[in-house]
């Protein structure tokens, strides 16, 4: 939703960063970051110290005892002497924002300030004060900060990659979080599917005058006008919690959803798959797409796994089984080996997710969904925990509304995906039995008797198409008729 101009002055902040040497974009739009976050810090101050003598109480700026720190009486001094101002005085005051469990102390942590120049700095303080992000509306606050995370085109050394933003939202609209629902992501990297779950609900309670499209056909603007102030309280503060063992993720997911509208986000750095973590049963909804690499030492794994494995994963997949409510949801995002592995631990984890789990879905994606990440082939399943499955419904994506090339260019920014959340919607009142079409259902039986395999190649139908050939002496009589005609034609050169 972003227009020309500000795209435009967002490309020429990130391409001064490139030319200044700050090539790998995690680390620019972390620096990138750091700026939005100090120009926002003055204007949230002076929105509440206007609140507070509208309502007649003491306000004490956070500015107080260094003016000099705010964006606006640092802004318009000359390069190197704002260079120095900002890294050796504003930045470190950052961090001493609140107590040690405040948001400004969490986001700061071991945090470096590393824009190498004076001139690059004003260059950047300069767009992002042209974008008086104080003025614009939330909506336009998170597309900035998504188009900024839209210029990441290469995965993490652990296999994290940034979600399609579509395919985060049909797993949200799947899942229908609700207010007052605990939501999870224990590998939550930028923040994505927690921002867009914020963004169901409060859709869910907007009055639909007050919706409005943009030229993609996306909804936006969604004010949860029905929501109280002790709901709003609820979303801010105890609804929505992410967790990821990169600090700079943190740091970048917490700016996401703060640009969202989230005032106190609950993102902290701890790898959920260690000791460090506990397991406890006590989150209504988890939406994840978990790294597919990479493995953890076994004397740093947690004690409350069961299934034997070092494969990352695995274990995330029993790492959310063991952290749902009873009745609690989850859609998450799996590479295809998990629907098909063969060894103990592949078949112990669908296993656990058939028998102590309704898996009510799994959707095959092409390859070329997470292009440019990577090319490799994934799925979603869906399952609430804590009843047994009966039937599975099976689902092959064709297409996600992208081409499926390093372009991803755009066709219709939907493809299968309005479809696969009807039949999720429907699905008990839909009889889907041919195995030639998309979707069908298998029973859990027929899936036990296959080693507990979901990979949907295992049980679809592939039609076949009779052709009839030319008689071999009919195809060699047109070969030699060609050759000859050739010949004839190099004689005449």
Same mark, same amino acid.
């Not at 500000?6 to 960063?17: A, E, H, I, R, T």
């Not at 090319?375 to 996600?400: I, R, W």
């Given at each position: 939703?972003?227009?020309?101009?500000?795209?435009?002055?967002?490309?020429?902040?990130?391409?001064?960063?490139?030319?200044?040497?700050?090539?790998?974009?995690?680390?620019?739009?972390?620096?990138?970051?750091?700026?939005?976050?100090?120009?926002?810090?003055?204007?949230?101050?002076?929105?509440?110290?206007?609140?507070?003598?509208?309502?007649?109480?003491?306000?004490?700026?956070?500015?107080?005892?260094?003016?000099?720190?705010?964006?606006?009486?640092?802004?318009?001094?000359?390069?190197?002497?704002?260079?120095?101002?900002?890294?050796?005085?504003?930045?470190?005051?950052?961090?001493?924002?609140?107590?040690?469990?405040?948001?400004?102390?969490?986001?700061?942590?071991?945090?470096?300030?590393?824009?190498?120049?004076?001139?690059?700095?004003?260059?950047?303080?300069?767009?992002?004060?042209?974008?008086?992000?104080?003025?614009?509306?939330?909506?336009?606050?998170?597309?900035?900060?998504?188009?900024?995370?839209?210029?990441?085109?290469?995965?993490?050394?652990?296999?994290?990659?940034?979600?399609?933003?579509?395919?985060?939202?049909?797993?949200?609209?799947?899942?229908?979080?609700?207010?007052?629902?605990?939501?999870?992501?224990?590998?939550?990297?930028?923040?994505?599917?927690?921002?867009?779950?914020?963004?169901?609900?409060?859709?869910?309670?907007?009055?639909?005058?007050?919706?409005?499209?943009?030229?993609?056909?996306?909804?936006?603007?969604?004010?949860?006008?029905?929501?109280?102030?002790?709901?709003?309280?609820?979303?801010?503060?105890?609804?929505?919690?992410?967790?990821?063992?990169?600090?700079?993720?943190?740091?970048?997911?917490?700016?996401?959803?703060?640009?969202?509208?989230?005032?106190?986000?609950?993102?902290?750095?701890?790898?959920?798959?260690?000791?460090?973590?506990?397991?406890?049963?006590?989150?209504?909804?988890?939406?994840?797409?978990?790294? *597919?690499?990479? /493995?953890? #030492?076994?004397?740093?794994? !947690?004690?409350?796994?069961?299934?034997? $494995?070092?494969?990352? =994963? @695995?274990?995330?997949?029993?790492?959310?089984?063991?952290?749902?409510?009873?009745?609690?949801?989850?859609?998450?995002?799996?590479?295809?080996?998990?629907?098909?592995?063969?060894?103990?631990?592949?078949?112990?984890?669908?296993?656990?997710?058939?028998?102590?789990?309704?898996?009510?879905?799994?959707?095959?994606?092409?390859?070329?969904?997470?292009?440019?990440?990577?090319?490799?082939?994934?799925?979603?399943?869906?399952?609430?925990?804590?009843?047994?499955?009966?039937?599975?419904?099976?689902?092959?994506?064709?297409?996600?509304?992208?081409?499926?090339?390093?372009?991803?260019?755009?066709?219709?920014?939907?493809?299968?995906?309005?479809?696969?959340?009807?039949?999720?919607?429907?699905?008990?009142?839909?009889?889907?039995?041919?195995?030639?079409?998309?979707? *069908?259902?298998? /029973?859990? #039986?027929?899936?036990?008797? !296959?080693?507990?395999?979901?990979?949907? $190649?295992?049980?679809? =139908? @592939?039609?076949?198409?009779?052709?009839?050939?030319?008689?071999?002496?009919?195809?060699?009589?047109?070969?030699?008729?060609?050759?000859?005609?050739?010949?004839?034609?190099?004689?005449?050169?």
């Amino acid at each position: 939703m972003l227009d020309a101009e500000l795209k435009s002055k967002v490309n020429q902040l990130w391409d001064k960063f490139w030319s200044s040497g700050i090539s790998n974009p995690l680390t620019a739009i972390e620096q990138m970051s750091y700026l939005i976050f100090m120009k926002r810090l003055e204007d949230e101050d002076n929105e509440n110290e206007l609140n507070a003598k509208l309502s007649g109480e003491e306000y004490i700026s956070i500015f107080s005892e260094h003016p000099d720190y705010k964006w606006s009486n640092w802004i318009n001094m000359s390069a190197d002497e704002m260079l120095n101002h900002v890294k050796y005085n504003v930045f470190p005051f950052l961090s001493t924002i609140g107590d040690e469990k405040s948001l400004y102390n969490r986001y700061m942590k071991e945090a470096n300030f590393i824009i190498p120049t004076g001139s690059l700095l004003v260059e950047a303080t300069s767009i992002i004060d042209d974008l008086k992000i104080k003025e614009q509306n939330k909506d336009v606050q998170g597309d900035l900060y998504e188009y900024l995370l839209s210029q990441l085109s290469t995965s993490g050394k652990n296999g994290q990659f940034r979600t399609p933003r579509h395919i985060i939202k049909m797993m949200v609209e799947i899942i229908k979080p609700k207010l007052g629902e605990i939501v999870c992501d224990p590998a939550c990297g930028t923040g994505g599917f927690l921002m867009n779950a914020y963004n169901y609900v409060l859709k869910s309670n907007t009055s639909p005058d007050l919706i409005k499209i943009d030229e993609e056909g996306q909804e936006y603007n969604f004010k949860g006008d029905k929501l109280s102030s002790e709901d709003f309280n609820s979303l801010n503060n105890y609804q929505f919690y992410g967790y990821d063992f990169d600090q700079t993720m943190v740091r970048i997911g917490l700016m996401n959803l703060m640009m969202h509208g989230i005032k106190n986000p609950n993102i902290d750095q701890v790898n959920t798959l260690s000791l460090r973590f506990e397991q406890e049963p006590k989150y209504d909804i988890i939406l994840a797409n978990p790294p *597919f690499k990479g /493995s953890i #030492d076994k004397d740093e794994l !947690n004690e409350d796994f069961s299934i034997n $494995s070092k494969k990352t =994963e @695995i274990l995330y997949l029993e790492l959310m089984y063991n952290c749902l409510n009873v009745g609690g949801r989850c859609a998450v995002v799996v590479p295809q080996g998990i629907l098909f592995g063969n060894s103990n631990a592949h078949k112990a984890i669908r296993s656990k997710l058939l028998e102590k789990c309704r898996l009510d879905m799994v959707i095959s994606m092409p390859s070329g969904v997470f292009k440019p990440y990577a090319g490799v082939a994934t799925g979603v399943l869906v399952f609430t925990k804590g009843e047994p499955t009966k039937k599975v419904l099976f689902y092959d994506m064709e297409s996600d509304g992208f081409t499926l090339d390093d372009k991803r260019d755009f066709i219709d920014g939907k493809g299968d995906i309005i479809d696969i959340i009807d039949k999720y919607n429907n699905m008990n009142n839909l009889q889907l039995e041919d195995r030639k079409s998309k979707s *069908f259902f298998v /029973s859990f #039986d027929e899936i036990k008797e !296959n080693d507990y395999n979901l990979s949907i $190649s295992t049980y679809k =139908e @592939i039609e076949y198409e009779d052709i009839e050939y030319e008689p071999p002496e009919v195809i060699k009589e047109k070969i030699l008729d060609l050759e000859e005609k050739i010949i004839k034609g190099l004689n005449k050169l």
